[in-house]
C-alpha cells in the first residue's frame, strides 16, 4: 500500500509534466504557423499587389526576421541594441502593470467579497460597476494622471491606478460568481451546522470560486500590461513599452521594423504575466485538478 501510495504522486507529476510540454510544444508549433501565414499572405500581397484593407509592402508588413533583427541593431551608431532597451522600458512598464495588477486584483476580490454577502448591494452597485467598464480608457487615463499629479503621485503609480482600472472588474465579477456558484445543499448543510458567515466564506465558498478567480486573473494579466503601456501616453513616461511606441511611431515610415520589435516586445510581456498566473494556479490547484479553469 506504501509503494502505491507513493507511485501514484509520481504518476501525477509525471501526467503533469507531459501535459506541460505538450502546452510549450502547440505554442511553439502555433507561433510558426502564424509566422507562415504571415510571410505567405505578404508573398501572395505582395504578387497581386493587394491595397484592401491595407497596401502589403515592406513599411505596412515587414519580414518577421526583419522585426527579430532589428532587436539586436544599435538603436544609435555606436550604442547599445534596440533590445538593451525595449529590456529596460519592458522591466518599468511591467513594475507599473504589475502594481497596478496587485492593486486592482485586491480591490475586485474584496469587492466580490462585498457583494457576495448582501443582495441589495448586488443590485445596487453592480450596474455602476459595469458602466465604470464601458468609458473608454483613452478618456479615462488623462484624467487619472491630471488629477494625482495635482497631489504630488508619481506619474507612473498614476500608470499603475490604471492598469489597477482595467484589472478589478473581470476579478471582481469572475470571483463573484464563484463565490456564489456552491450548491444550495451545500449552504444549508454548513447552515444546519450553525457555521458563521466567516466559516461559510472561508470554507465552502472561496473554495468553489479559485477557479473562477483564476480565471480572471488570467484576463487581467494581460489587461494590466494594456493599460500600463496605455496610462503611459498622458503621463508623457518615455522610460516604458507605451513611450517607445509613440517615439518609433513617429518615425515609422522611415524604420518601421523597430516598432513591430516593440510590438513583440509588448506581446512576450503580456504573455510572461499570463504564464506567471498560470503557474501560480498549478501551484495552488495542484491537489484538485478537476478545479483547474
Known amino acids: 500500500m506504501a509503494a502505491i501510495a507513493i507511485e501514484q504522486p509520481r504518476r501525477t507529476r509525471g501526467a503533469d509534466t507531459a501535459r506541460g510540454a505538450k502546452r510549450v510544444a502547440l505554442v511553439i508549433v502555433g507561433l510558426g504557423v502564424f509566422w507562415g501565414l504571415w510571410e505567405a499572405y505578404r508573398w501572395i500581397g505582395e504578387r497581386l499587389g493587394l491595397t484592401w484593407p491595407f497596401t502589403v509592402d515592406e513599411i505596412t508588413m515587414p519580414h518577421i526576421h526583419e522585426m527579430l533583427s532589428a532587436l539586436t541593431k544599435p538603436l544609435q551608431p555606436g550604442g547599445p541594441t534596440l533590445l538593451h532597451y525595449e529590456w529596460h522600458w519592458a522591466l518599468f512598464t511591467g513594475k507599473e502593470a504589475l502594481i497596478g495588477f496587485l492593486l486592482g486584483g485586491a480591490i475586485g476580490f474584496a469587492l466580490a467579497i462585498l457583494l457576495a454577502h448582501s443582495r441589495i448591494l448586488r443590485r445596487g452597485l453592480l450596474p455602476y460597476i459595469v458602466i465604470s467598464q464601458t468609458v473608454p480608457i483613452l478618456a479615462v487615463a488623462p484624467m ?35 463565490l456564489l456558484s456552491p450548491d444550495p445543499r451545500s449552504l444549508e448543510l454548513m447552515r444546519s451546522y450553525a457555521a458563521s458567515r466567516n466559516d461559510v ?9 479559485l477557479p473562477f478567480v483564476f480565471s480572471a486573473l488570467k484576463i487581467s494579466a494581460t489587461a494590466s500590461v494594456i493599460g500600463a503601456i496605455i496610462g503611459e501616453t498622458p503621463a508623457s513616461i518615455q522610460d516604458g513599452l507605451g513611450g517607445a511606441i509613440v517615439n518609433f511611431n513617429q518615425y515609422y515610415s522611415t524604420a518601421p521594423t523597430r516598432l513591430w520589435a516593440t510590438n513583440i516586445v509588448c506581446a512576450a510581456l503580456g504573455l510572461a504575466f499570463f504564464a506567471a498566473v498560470l503557474i501560480a494556479e498549478r501551484l495552488v490547484l495542484r491537489r484538485a485538478p478537476e478545479h483547474v479553469a
Do not use: D
Open 144 to 178: 487619472v494622471v491630471l488629477g494625482l499629479g495635482t497631489k504630488g503621485v508619481e506619474p507612473w503609480i498614476a500608470v499603475s491606478v490604471i492598469a489597477a482600472y482595467l484589472t478589478f472588474f473581470p476579478v471582481a465579477m469572475n470571483t463573484l460568481r464563484g
Open 201 to 209: 466564506l472561508w470554507k465552502l465558498r472561496l473554495p468553489a470560486s
